[in-house]
Each structure stands twice: as C-alpha cells, then as structure tokens.
C-alpha cells in the first residue's frame, strides 16, 4: 500500500507569486493534517482536516494561507502572495481518524523557497 | 500556552553507550505524548504514545517513559543507524487534535 505522498517535492517560487502544494493521504485515512517545518526548528501545526471539514485552522500564520479537502482524500495547501518567509517545509500527515491513538503517517514534505 | 521543550540540542554519542533525551511539556491537561524519529530530508516516523504518567513503551533499543511534566527517551546501546532527530509532541485535552512539536534532538552516534 502507497503511503502518503506529496507533490511537488521541491518548489522554488519568486516573493509575491501563488503556489498550491499537494497532499494524498493514505487510502481510507479521514484525517489529515499540515504541519510547517523551518530549518532546524520542529514541526508547526498549520491544519487539520476531518474529513472535508477542517475544525482547527488555528495554526494558519496570516491570511494568505488557505487549505482545502474534496471528496475526503487529496488536500491543497495554497499559499498566496509569497514571502521569503513562507520559505520551510511543508508536511502533510494522515491518520485513520483523528484521534489521539490514532497514528500519523507523514509524507517526504515538499521544499519550498522563495526568493 | 501549551509548550513542548526537548534538550539537549544535539547529543553525540559513541556506539554503545547508553543515554537519555528529554522531553518536558507544559498543557492543559494531556491527552497524549508522541515520540517520532526523523531521517535527513524525510517526513517523521512514529515510535511511541504516552497517555498517562508512569507508562513506559519499548521498542528495541528505545524505551519511552512518562511523568507529569517530562518525558524521556532512553536509548540503550546505541548504533549507528539510530542517529536521526528525535522529535516529541503532544495532544492537550481542551485543543482538539492539534498537536504540538518540540525542536527536537539530533542524535549522532559514533561506530
């Protein structure tokens, strides 16, 4: 069985342009998460899904990220108008359902830089 | 403000030789303590959960315990092949199923 995976796996972008990053969970998982890694920091919660439902957006840094979920499995994390900051990455985990016994299986990130 | 802070930073260490990371958390109320490994340019790998204080989890030469404020990763004759970063996390109670990450300890161990 494939794992999660992640698309693409390296996106250089230039300061103020949009990007979309792509999650597939694994088959049959209804929670997904984003998390944000910076270089040599741990991970920072982003979002959760449940389903397409996403009750915890807490961890968006600004506006300019949004997420979304169809038909309970892929998962785009869009991020408008870049800034060198935005420069990390980007990990998507999914679990069988949410909750804390449930296990979360994360995909390889996909590196982003912004210049 | 719910907090996970993991020392050392770094810990060198030579084949063999046994040693601890730490893990201390501040949140309100905990629902669950994760211990994952992450390899260079990889997504993190689940080890272990810890839900309450005085649980203990084994997993080869690893071995995970639990208090009310800190948990500890016990790394017993340690190989090569066991460097990586260490990451601990946590669930509270009162925050759905955010999870929170601590910094991490990168691990070397010399053969």
């Known amino acids: 069985g494939a794992g999660v995976s992640q698309s693409p796996s390296n996106k250089v972008t230039e300061k103020g342009k949009d990007v979309e990053l792509r999650c597939d969970p694994i088959?049959?998982?209804?929670?997904l998460y984003w998390y944000r890694q910076s270089l040599g920091q741990g991970l920072e919660f982003l979002i959760y899904?449940?389903?397409?439902?996403?009750?915890?957006k807490s961890g968006l840094p600004s506006d300019r990220f949004s997420a979304e979920r169809t038909g309970g499995s892929v998962s785009t994390l869009t991020i408008q108008r870049t800034q060198q900051e935005d420069s990390a990455v980007y990990l998507c985990?999914?679990?069988?359902?949410?909750?804390?016994?449930?296990?979360?299986?994360f995909g390889p990130g996909t590196r982003l830089l912004v210049l | 403000e719910d907090q996970v802070t993991q020392s050392p930073e770094a810990l060198r260490l030579q084949e063999g030789e046994s040693s601890s990371l730490n893990c201390s958390y501040t949140?309100?109320?905990?629902?669950?303590l994760f211990w994952y490994r992450q390899d260079p340019g990889k997504g993190p790998e689940f080890l272990f959960t810890?839900?309450?204080a005085g649980e203990e989890k084994e997993k080869e030469r690893l071995k995970a315990t639990l208090t009310k404020k800190e948990s500890f990763l016990h790394i017993t004759a340690p190989k090569p092949e066991d460097s990586a970063t260490y990451l601990c996390?946590?669930?509270?109670?009162?925050?759905?199923?955010?999870?929170?990450f601590g910094a991490g300890t990168r691990l070397f161990v010399k053969a």
């Open positions: 949140v309100s109320g905990l629902r669950g």
């Open positions: 996390a946590v669930q509270a109670n009162t925050g759905g199923f955010k999870t929170i």
């Open positions: 810890l839900y309450s």
């Open positions: 899904f449940q389903g397409n439902s996403a009750p915890d």
């Open positions: 985990a999914s679990s069988f359902s949410a909750g804390v016994s449930e296990t979360q299986y």
């Open positions: 088959s049959g998982h209804t929670a």
